[in-house]
């Protein structure tokens, strides 16, 4: 079992920077495969980042490529997403995920990870 928990939320301006954190229990941390998600009110959960269990791979959508970065640390069992360049239409609750994968490998669906934390709330005002 892996629980996630998620910080880093909050209110922002247009044009600022966020970084959020997912720290997660268990001791096999580093063989699992992460990913950050996000949905807005009204609207489907929606792929941000994903990163392989050693971080060597690192997979983003592409309204997010050049904005946000996905990183790890298995030191501290977390994963963080830093988001620059913040726009309104980023404003959503942010998941990260969890499955335990094979070296390199990452994930873009939400079907495909079996663990979840209870979201952060990012709001960015125009």
């Known amino acids: 079992q892996v629980q996630l928990v998620e910080s880093g939320g909050g209110l922002v301006q247009a044009g600022g920077s966020l970084r959020l954190s997912c720290a997660a229990s268990g001791r096999t941390f580093s063989t699992y495969a992460m990913g950050w998600f996000r949905q807005a009110p009204g609207k489907e959960r929606e792929f941000v980042a994903a990163?392989?269990?050693?971080?060597?791979?690192?997979y983003y959508a592409d309204s997010m490529k050049g904005r946000f970065t996905i990183s790890r640390d298995n030191a501290k069992n977390t994963v963080y997403l830093q988001m620059n360049s913040l726009k309104p239409e980023d404003t959503a609750v942010y998941y990260c995920a969890a499955r335990y994968a094979s070296r390199g490998s990452y994930y873009y669906t939400a079907g495909s990870y079996n663990y979840w934390g209870q979201g952060t709330q990012v709001t960015v005002s125009s």
């Open positions: 990163i392989s269990w050693s971080g060597g791979s690192t």
